[in-house]
Antibody, heavy 120, light 111 residues
Framework: QLQLQESGPGLVKPSETLSLTCAVSGGSISSSVFYWGWIRQPPGKGLEWIGTIYYSGSTYYDPSLKSRVTISVDTSKNQFSLKLSSVTAADTAVYYC????????????WGPGTMVTVTS | QSALTQPPSASGSPGQSVTISCTGTSSDVGGYNYVSWYQQHPGKAPKLMIYEVSKRPSGVPDRFSGSKSGNTASLTVSGLQTEDEADYYCSSYAGSNNPYVFGTGTKVTVL
């Protein structure tokens, strides 16, 4: 069945860019049915949606993060990526990638998550 | 877009029922039938338990049920089991400009 796996540096310095990749296995990221998203969870806090991408490249971002976020898709590698610029300690969180059937729809498959700490 | 409001905690004894509320506005919960519920055990990724207000994904026990009235959605867990002890989050579609809004989360304790 479909599996997602996040990867990327666990430590990022303040003001630098956080970069993560989500590898999709057991299915094609090019399916016209699904959307692919990033969600984060600061330590001890709730879930925060970051953004969503369609295989065609259409993107949807949380308005509060829009100026710092870029999500892209690489269909040849069956993966999608997150870049978050100018990070601060407030961006320290577990970052999850997930699949949905529509923008704003239920997130039915999740990766295990990866912890990213912003520290000098 | 403000987070949806959930009670911080809820509890019940094994076999009992517990209901968690998720209160939003007419711009999110009240405006669309796209409310989802997620279960999260410590150190684990969230798991989808309910979608489109009351639908259960394959494999989710029928002890879990969802409903909505006005701007408030609810998740009921019947016949509580020890493995139901977890954090629960609701989520709602909130329009094309900000598709997702999550709830504040509820910690369910099985006494």
């Amino acid at each position: 069945q479909l599996q997602l796996q996040e990867s990327g540096p666990g430590l990022v310095k303040p003001s630098e860019t956080l970069s993560l990749t989500c590898a999709v296995s057991g299915g094609s990221i090019s399916s016209s049915v699904f959307y692919w998203g990033w969600i984060r969870q600061p330590p001890g806090k709730g879930l925060e949606w970051i953004g969503t991408i369609y295989y065609s490249g259409s993107t949807y971002y949380d308005p509060s993060l829009k100026s710092r976020v870029t999500i892209s898709v690489d269909t040849s590698k069956n993966q999608f990526s997150l870049k978050l610029s100018s990070v601060t300690a407030a961006d320290t969180a577990v970052y999850y990638c997930a699949r949905s059937w529509s923008v704003g729809g239920a997130l039915d498959v999740w990766g295990p998550g990866t912890m990213v700490t912003v520290t000098s | 877009q403000s987070a949806l409001t959930q009670p911080p905690s809820a509890s019940g004894s094994p076999g009992q029922s517990v209901t968690i509320s998720c209160t939003g506005t007419s711009s999110d919960v009240g405006g669309y039938n796209y409310v989802s519920w997620y279960q999260q055990h410590p150190g684990k990724a969230p798991k989808l338990m309910i979608y489109e207000v009351s639908k259960r994904p394959s494999g989710v026990p029928d002890r879990f049920s969802g409903s909505k009235s006005g701007n408030t959605a609810s998740l009921t867990v019947s016949g509580l089991q020890t493995e139901d002890e977890a954090d629960y989050y609701c989520s709602s579609y909130a329009g094309s400009n900000n598709p997702y809004v999550f709830g504040t989360g509820t910690k369910v304790t099985v006494l």
